[in-house]
């Protein structure tokens, strides 16, 4: 069985949460693919909250070592599907007997990325569920990769796609996005999106008083700037990716919509941790969730 160190402090590199279940496996297989592509090692985490799972009845709820011999199981078996694939990278186990949520939050601080399945269910309770990765996104403290069973990686035939609003959270993504793009032989999708009449930031726009004197000047003012913006976002990734395939896209409506649809077939959906808000703000933390929750491939939140 591979060494699970118990220290508190991880190599920095990838770190992936792991279950055993289908979600966790795509996870597993995402995260040792990026670790390869970065050249830096793989941890995989396995945390429960063992304490809180009740035992059979008239037994104790909590077996220290039964938990133990458990959690490295799972772990072991992690490291089995991450060097079944990509058998050079450099994997290292790690169990936490603790909230499964605030581990992972904890083991970000020293990560260069955190990876967790869409959801799961481990054998002794529930662990990297839905309401997991949606915390786990909200409150790492580095980038944050979501994977769905069965998720391809990016390549030639499943572009990388990144939103953007022109905020500083959104340009960290865009580098994000292209350079996931760049080093897996994939396209680059950059949307932005134009709020329609009716939306909420239109609504808002008009309560406000702000820039918005009719129907058409509006909508021509949203879109010019949308254009803008992906424009400017187009040009950065220009000037580190030249040979890199660029596609611009304006998109018309809700900002969840719209990435979630311009996302389908995708290797990887990138978006910002929030956006500029008020008139303009598209990527906000509510529109991240929505990706999250909806988007058919995996899902990057980059702070």
């Not at 980038?143 to 953007?164: F, K, M, S, Y």
């Not at 396209?187 to 009719?214: H, K, N, R």
């Not at 058409?216 to 187009?234: G, L, P």
Request: glycine share 12%; charged share 20%.
């Amino acid at each position: 069985m591979p060494e699970l160190p118990q220290g508190p402090q991880l190599p920095k590199g990838v770190v992936v949460g792991y279950d055993g279940t289908l979600s966790a496996d795509s996870a597993v297989r995402w995260a040792a693919a990026e670790a390869a592509r970065r050249g830096r090692p793989l941890t995989v985490v396995h945390a429960a909250d063992y304490a809180l799972i009740p035992g059979p009845m008239g037994a104790p709820p909590y077996r220290p070592d039964l938990a133990e011999k458990s959690a490295a199981r799972i772990v072991s078996a992690g490291i089995e599907v991450a060097k079944s694939e990509f058998p050079d990278v450099e994997v290292a186990g790690r169990t936490v007997i603790a909230g499964v949520t605030q581990t992972l939050v904890d083991l970000s601080r020293d990560a260069d990325l955190l990876v967790v399945g869409s959801h799961g269910h481990s054998e002794v309770g529930a662990v990297l569920l839905g309401s997991v990765a949606l915390t786990a996104t909200a409150h790492a403290h580095c980038p944050v990769v979501v994977v769905r069973d069965g998720a391809a990686l990016p390549g030639p035939e499943h572009p990388v796609v990144v939103g953007t609003d022109g905020s500083d959270s959104c340009t960290q993504a865009v580098r994000f996005a292209a350079d996931q793009a760049a080093e897996r032989g994939a396209a680059l999708t950059i949307v932005a999106v134009s709020p329609t009449i009716g939306s909420p930031v239109w609504t808002e726009a008009v309560g406000l008083s702000l820039e918005a004197g009719g129907r058409v000047e509006f909508q021509k003012i949203m879109t010019a700037e949308a254009h803008e913006t992906v424009s400017a976002a187009a040009q950065l990734v220009r000037t580190t990716h030249p040979a890199l395939p660029i596609t611009e896209r304006i998109i018309e409506g809700r900002a969840a919509d719209g990435l979630v649809e311009a996302a389908r077939g995708a290797g990887l959906l990138v978006v910002g941790s929030r956006g500029r808000g008020a008139f303009t703000g598209l990527l906000l933390g509510s529109v991240g969730h929505g990706c999250l929750l909806r988007a058919t491939c995996p899902v990057a939140i980059v702070r």
